[in-house]
């Protein structure tokens, strides 16, 4: 098969509880002290390719942010990210591409890496961005951090350093860790779009995780017969292709 198989986002990492991070829902304060560190060291071993456990197939539930006010059920309020969210979120209870940057800088989610770049953000919220608002609401927030939590572990495993970049011949064995099978020559092409001066940086990683990710998921939605080959409309794949 052309993609590896999974589904959803996985479970939580080891160590971590079911929501968030250690110590307060993204590893720091809550609400109103925005200076903690979201998600800090990441120990243990690699599992499913978004970091959570191994699944059983089949996709799981984005979620696409609940309608009217903030986007969520009254039972949201006893979920210990609903704070954190709707201190960051627009006045549309959704969070755009600068809201997420600054969520993500002030918190120190990236810890010693250089912070993420706007670009970067803005396919964050394009991977799981069903409805095209350019935005985010509440079940997608968490569903986000799931995600930077495993390829965070993932990236921390080869940059043994500290350095915030990892080698070509490491971003491969990161890929081929979160379970792709792709070519040698794809492979390639990937590390020569996102290396500078022959390192991949942190930012740079977390941008191929995400189109990976996303390209990855439009393709099997597509591939009804699990065959690693469909047949793309032109429109369709510009649809795909060019949201993120």
Not at 47 to 52: A, E, F, S
Not at 153 to 161: A, C, K, R, Y
Not at 204 to 233: E, H, I, W
Request: with cysteine; net charge negative.
């Amino acid at each position: 098969m052309a993609y590896p198989g999974y589904g959803g986002y996985g479970g939580p990492m080891p160590g971590m509880p079911p929501q968030g991070m250690p110590g307060g829902p993204m590893g720091g304060p809550m609400p109103g002290q925005m200076g903690g560190h979201m998600g800090g060291s990441m120990g243990g071993q690699m599992v499913g390719p978004m970091g959570g456990q191994q699944p059983q197939g089949g996709y799981g539930s984005y979620g696409g942010g609940y309608p009217g006010g903030f986007g969520a059920p009254p039972a949201a309020s006893n979920d210990p990210m609903w704070g954190y969210f709707t201190a960051i979120a627009g006045q549309d209870g959704e969070v755009d591409a600068e809201e997420l940057q600054r969520c993500l800088t002030q918190a120190g989610f990236t810890g010693s890496y250089n912070p993420f770049s706007l670009e970067t953000c803005r396919i964050m919220i394009a991977m799981l961005d069903r409805d095209y608002t350019g935005k985010m609401g509440f079940n997608e927030f968490k569903d986000l951090f799931k995600a930077l939590s495993g390829w965070k572990q993932n990236f921390m495993m080869f940059d043994q350093d500290r350095s915030g970049t990892v080698e070509p011949h490491e971003m491969s064995q990161a890929i081929n860790a979160m379970g792709y099978h792709i070519s040698p020559q794809a492979l390639n092409a990937i590390i020569k779009r996102y290396n500078k001066g022959g390192r991949i940086y942190f930012d740079d990683y977390v941008a191929c995780c995400v189109k990976l990710r996303t390209l990855t998921d439009n393709f099997r939605r597509r591939d009804t017969m699990q065959q690693g080959s469909v047949t793309f409309p032109y429109d369709d794949f510009i649809l795909c292709t060019m949201a993120i």
